[in-house]
């Protein structure tokens, strides 16, 4: 089991060390190691049976049930500390991990995780470590095993590679925004005026978020119209959908109110303000998001002018309010840079076919998420025979 709370305190976190784990991490499959807390290598110590190692399961029991991660051979650190919130799994010789974690992300396997569940207050499992030990698994030979987590990974190393280049293209593209629109290096050569941004292009100026873009506050429907089963439009409540760039369909609704064009930034407008998507498709959207399209169809300028302004936004989160939002008004008028069309529409033709590379990698990451949820539950209950 993870530590007491109280033996993480905010006061022992470092700048680097041994990585605390937290729910971002436990996202999938296989850990997730794109943000940690660290702590000292004698704390990590002291909470020694909270250490985790490669080849180690871990699993959330309090908060978002249902999460089980394995820590594969080529994670980045030799050890983790588990947070309260986690218990951890060794294997032995009978199984391995990878195959443990394939079969209980399978609905047979979510059930028995989630079958102690108790929601009443925080959702949490009862008596986690105890309880997991008596569930009952039906195990392959050891090289069956093999079999099915080789071709199951296949799946999950194809969709890692390319939201790999997805970020890759992204970084890139903000790069290059940053490059232009920032420090206004392929124009040093030309003339520069004054604003109150500071000195600027001449023929560029600064206006109004609104004189290039059209704002949609969301709307959320009834409660009543909400359905998974397809009907209606697609409906996004806010931020707890968001992926790593498009959002993620769970729900729908046959009454929508607010819409969001395809392509259009999808903005979360309540805490966290700030966070950015792109609508993957025509969607209703909730009071927790607003969309941001431009007026002159320059998607991909849209997309990183708003990711340029997260450092203006995240002033939304503070401010000594409990609860960070941002309103219409506030949003419309908020002072951006608008550079003359020409330099827009050039880095448009520059920028426009890497948002469409990863939009095509993205529909290939959905096809082989498919394919492999399809396979999964029939490589475990022996319905496919390898």
């Known amino acids: 089991m993870g530590p007491?709370?109280?033996?993480?305190?905010?006061?022992?976190?470092?700048?680097?060390?041994?990585?605390?784990l937290n729910g971002s991490n436990l996202d999938g499959f296989t850990l997730k190691e794109e943000s940690f807390r660290y702590v000292t290598e004698e704390k990590a110590d002291s909470l020694k049976r909270a250490n985790a190692k490669k080849g180690d399961i871990v699993i959330t029991h309090r908060g978002t049930l249902g999460q089980i991660v394995y820590i594969p051979q080529n994670a980045k650190y030799e050890r983790y500390v588990i947070s309260q919130s986690q218990f951890r799994i060794r294997c032995n010789e009978h199984v391995l991990p990878e195959y443990l974690v394939f079969y209980f992300h399978t609905r047979v396997g979510q059930h028995k995780i989630l079958s102690n569940a108790s929601q009443v207050g925080v959702p949490a499992l009862a008596r986690p470590s105890t309880t997991f030990q008596q569930i009952e698994v039906e195990l392959?030979?050891?090289?069956?095993?093999?079999?099915?987590?080789?071709?199951?990974?296949?799946?999950?190393?194809?969709?890692?590679?390319?939201?790999?280049i997805n970020a890759n293209l992204q970084q890139q593209a903000q790069a290059i925004f940053k490059s232009w629109f920032v420090d206004f290096e392929p124009f040093q050569d030309g003339e520069f005026v004054e604003s109150e941004l500071g000195p600027i292009p001449k023929g560029w100026r600064v206006g109004e978020l609104s004189e290039i873009a059209t704002i949609t506050m969301g709307q959320s429907p009834s409660g009543k119209s909400?359905?998974?089963?397809?009907?209606g439009s697609v409906f996004f409540q806010g931020r707890a959908e968001f992926g790593n760039r498009f959002p993620t369909r769970r729900l729908y609704t046959t009454e929508p109110k607010r819409m969001a064009e395809a392509n259009s930034v999808l903005m979360s407008v309540r805490a966290p303000v700030g966070d950015i998507n792109v609508a993957y498709e025509k969607c209703c959207i909730?009071?927790?998001?607003?969309?941001?399209?431009?007026?002159f169809e320059?998607?991909?300028?849209?997309?990183?002018?708003?990711?340029?302004?997260?450092?203006?936004?995240?002033?939304?989160?503070?401010?000594?309010?409990?609860?960070?939002?941002?309103?219409r008004d506030t949003l419309n008028a908020m002072k951006v840079l608008i550079p003359d069309e020409y330099s827009i529409e050039k880095f448009e033709c520059i920028v426009a076919p890497m948002d469409k590379l990863v939009r095509t990698n993205y529909d290939e990451i959905c096809r082989l998420e498919t394919a492999r949820d399809t396979l999964l539950p029939k490589l475990m209950n022996g319905e496919i025979q390898l």
Do not use: H, W
């Open 140 to 164: 392959p030979d050891i090289e069956v095993q093999k079999k099915i987590v080789s071709i199951l990974q296949s799946f999950n190393d194809k969709i890692e590679l390319n939201n790999k």
């Open 286 to 295: 909730g009071r927790g998001l607003a969309s941001i399209q431009s007026k």
């Open 4 to 20: 007491f709370g109280s033996n993480i305190k905010v006061d022992c976190f470092v700048d680097s060390g041994v990585p605390v």
């Open 298 to 327: 320059y998607s991909s300028y849209m997309l990183y002018q708003m990711l340029s302004l997260k450092r203006q936004l995240d002033v939304f989160n503070g401010e000594g309010t409990v609860f960070g939002s941002i309103n």
């Open 226 to 231: 909400y359905n998974e089963e397809g009907k």
